[in-house]
């Protein structure tokens, strides 16, 4: 028996199958996916946010590159580890923070009793980077 299973106190309807990543739908006459098992809404949280961080990372490792185009060559021999420290260390944050994320959120989705769209993996994904884009800043001055 798995610990989802256990921890709703609804089941899934019959012939539920868990939807492949990332199972995004758009238009409203296509059937809606949900997620109704915790390691689901897991695993799709951390896939999102490790893609997102992924995305941003690398960004911003290509910033850092173009800012040395124009400088000595001496500089471009050590540049091809930026953007792989960007990436592992996007790696790590993700790994965090769409695992807190992810858990959180889905206790609070099957405590509650809801299903979640699939969509909303996507939307704390986001969320995630906001957070982490706007925790990046130093904020001066007080209220």
Do not use: C
């Amino acid at each position: 028996m798995e610990f989802a299973s256990i921890v709703r106190r609804d089941g899934p309807p019959r012939g539920y199958t868990t939807p492949p990543f990332p199972s995004l739908r758009w238009a409203p006459s296509e059937p809606a996916w949900n997620l109704y098992y915790l390691g689901d809404i897991w695993r799709f949280t951390f896939l999102w946010t490790l893609i997102i961080y992924g995305l941003f990372h690398i960004g911003a490792a290509g910033v850092a590159l173009l800012m040395q185009v124009g400088k000595g060559k001496s500089n471009w021999k050590y540049l091809w580890m930026v953007p792989l420290s960007y990436a592992f260390i996007a790696g790590v944050e993700a790994v965090l923070a769409g695992s807190v994320v992810g858990l959180m959120v889905g206790a609070t989705y099957i405590a509650g009793n809801f299903t979640m769209s699939t969509w909303i993996p996507f939307v704390w994904g986001l969320v995630n980077v906001l957070v982490l884009l706007v925790s990046s800043f130093r904020i001066q001055g007080g209220l």
